[in-house]
């Protein structure tokens, strides 16, 4: 059986993704003189938040995910953050490739909320590895690639909040429900209000809202969302 081994060296943010894309850098090794023909591998990438050390801010931002403070002892537990496919070229001995991770700015998702909490160092990063690979010389042979493989790496902060700028440059992003978008486009057609950001400013300065507020706000109008 050839043993493989894996090593991220570095990831990059896609300036030319149409979404939020991370490039990882990924290193494969495998033992022996015999060629690698292809491997089918799977990528499972997991957020350690116990392996680093937060800020005041940053500890205020996390409390959503991971309580108070003083509870982090026992809540501070891995995060999913990808899984992803890849397929690897053909190989001897070591070898390079590209793994590209789509990201999400959706701040419902628990991965997203702790990198945007964070404010400098860098995200402790656990790759679990398994697949197939096609091996051998003068034929194929299929071996297993094990379930403990597994990689550690530390991502710079820097580079997730690059990545976050070239696709939502000084803004943020929420999920609404669809009841509540064609609420919030009957408020901003009712008002004649300019931008969703004029919308959200009138809102926040009106006055409280009343016991039902989407009744309020869709009561003098049927219009929903194009």
Known sequence: MTEFSFTCTGVRADRYAAGPTLVFRLRVTASGDAPVHAIALRCQ????????????????????????RARWGSTLQPVQFAQVPVMVSAFTGETETDLVVPCTYDMDIAATRYLDALTDGEVPLLMLFSGTAFTGTGGFRVEPVPWDREASFRMPVATWREMIEQHFPGCGWIRLPDD???????YRSRHALPSWEATLKALLAGSPPASDPLRTLTGTTGRTRP
């Open 45 to 68: 990438i997991r957020i350690e938040p116990a392996r680093r050390g937060y800020q005041p801010a940053e500890a205020d931002g996390l409390t959503d995910l991971f309580g108070e």
């Open 180 to 186: 509540t978008m064609d609420a919030l486009l009957a």
